[in-house]
């Protein structure tokens, strides 16, 4: 009797053999499995990009707040300034604050100007520097009456710099002057151990006075980015109604310094990459005028040690300046709590997102209830960046506001603005 058995095809190790079927079942395995990763891969993919535009549709793109209890500023902005009526759209690859701020720095061109300089020696003997952009093709050919801006840049910057130059660029389009406004020690030699705070307004005062003398008709903008909105909302608050300016527009600035201070003291690219910076600029700044400062200072390594900017302001600014404290010195240049002060239009342009301005610091409700203020607030842009736009390499949604709004006071501000 034979026994049962069952029969099993034995594998076919002979690679010439004809018939051969597990190799082949293997190949159909591998061909099946390679398709429905492929599947598999590309609907990851494709809700990794359908989440992530619905996000920045839903949540990124949005309409700027414009926070103004004044009728007449708040018809007036939203009648001749076009750009309110529209949503802020981020650049898409690029709307993260900390992104916005560092990406705008490396990536936004610089429209080539030719400035001419002028030194202006101050009345205790230091000097500063001003650099004129005349437009000597303008339609306004009177250089007497020419429309000017005066521009204020950030906490070390100069008349170079990316965001000041497509300013001046913008101004220039439309036939306007530009004056950039240096800071002591900044493109020109410090002569006094006396540099410059967001508090301190004195050098600014004497040069807008300096301007109006040289041409009392034509008409005055200031416009500050940063440190310098700042030091300019801080004169149009402190002069009210002797301001010798038609207008004022701040960007960027810090409303509670101390809010400020916090929030770029917070761990990770905050306090590691943009607090250290900065303070690195400032230490660089007394470094190089250590001739000037030792004398001024018995602490001046403990200065140079500062790797902060609240360290720096206690160390060296708070002392400069004649404060008790370095509080003394933030509640001094605070803005919040200045804005009933303000008696011509001041148009404030502030990102919720601002990395050295937190958005519950954003006084919208002081704006709410005080005349002469109007704060466009955008739910991105981090600081100065506002970039829109694939490629964000030319002007943004900061330029394009500037020149709206100056072109609105400079054409139709007298009889619009004036207060009853």
């Known amino acids: 009797m034979f026994s049962s058995s069952v029969f099993r095809p034995r594998p076919c190790y002979d690679e010439s053999a ?3 079927s597990v190799p082949l079942k293997m190949d159909e395995d591998e061909t099946s499995t390679s398709f429905f990763d492929k599947i598999s891969s590309f609907s ?6 359908i989440s992530y535009l619905t996000y920045y549709f839903l949540f990124v793109v949005k309409k700027p707040r414009l926070a103004c209890r004044d009728k007449k500023f708040r018809n007036f902005l939203l ?17 993260e604050s900390r992104a916005q701020t560092i990406v705008r720095s490396i990536m936004k061109s610089s429209p080539k100007i030719t400035y001419e300089s002028e030194l202006v020696v101050l009345p205790d003997g230091g000097q500063l520097l001003l650099d004129w952009f ?3 093709d303008s339609k306004f050919k009177d250089v007497k009456t020419r ?13 170079n710099e990316s965001y000041i130059t497509h300013l001046v660029h913008q101004a220039a389009q439309q036939g306007y002057r530009s004056v950039v406004f240096h800071n002591r020690g900044m493109g020109t030699q410090l002569l006094t151990p006396k540099t410059y705070c967001a508090a301190n307004v004195e050098d600014l005062t004497y040069v807008i006075n300096l301007l109006k003398d040289r041409f009392p008709v034509a008409p005055f903008i200031g416009a500050g980015i940063s440190l310098g909105g700042m030091m300019l909302f801080n004169y149009l608050a402190k002069l009210g109604d002797q301001c010798r300016l038609e207008a004022g ?3 960027s600035v810090a409303w509670n310094v101390f809010e400020s201070v916090l929030e770029i003291e917070k761990p990770g690219l905050n306090r590691h990459v943009l607090n250290r910076t900065l303070a690195k600029g400032l230490v660089s700044h007394v470094k190089n005028n250590m001739a000037l400062f030792d004398q001024h200072l018995d602490d001046i390594d403990d200065v140079l040690k500062s790797s902060t900017i609240r360290e720096f302001d206690s160390r060296f600014t708070a002392k400069m300046f004649g404060y008790s404290s370095c509080d003394d010195y933030y509640h001094a240049a605070t803005l919040h709590n200045k804005i009933h002060a303000l008696r011509v239009p001041v148009l404030v342009l502030s990102a919720e997102d601002d990395p050295f301005s ?3 610091a954003i006084p919208a409700e002081e704006a709410e209830q005080n005349d002469n203020i109007a704060i466009v607030i955008t739910s991105h842009g981090g600081h100065i960046g506002f970039m829109e736009g694939l490629f964000p390499r030319h002007e943004g949604y900061m330029d394009r506001l500037f020149a709206q709004y100056i072109k609105a006071v400079f054409t139709h501000g007298p009889q619009h603005l004036k207060q009853d």
Request: aromatic share 12%; hydrophobic share 40%.
């Open 18 to 20: 004809s018939e051969c």
């Open 44 to 49: 990851i993919v494709l809700f990794f990009v």
């Open 79 to 95: 009648d001749y300034c076009p750009i309110l009526h529209e949503k802020f759209k981020p650049t898409i690859w690029c709307f």
């Open 134 to 136: 005349d437009n000597n």
């Open 147 to 159: 429309p000017t801006v005066l521009l204020l840049p950030g906490l070390t910057g100069t008349s």
């Open 249 to 251: 527009m701040c960007i």
């Open 358 to 360: 937190p958005s519950h």
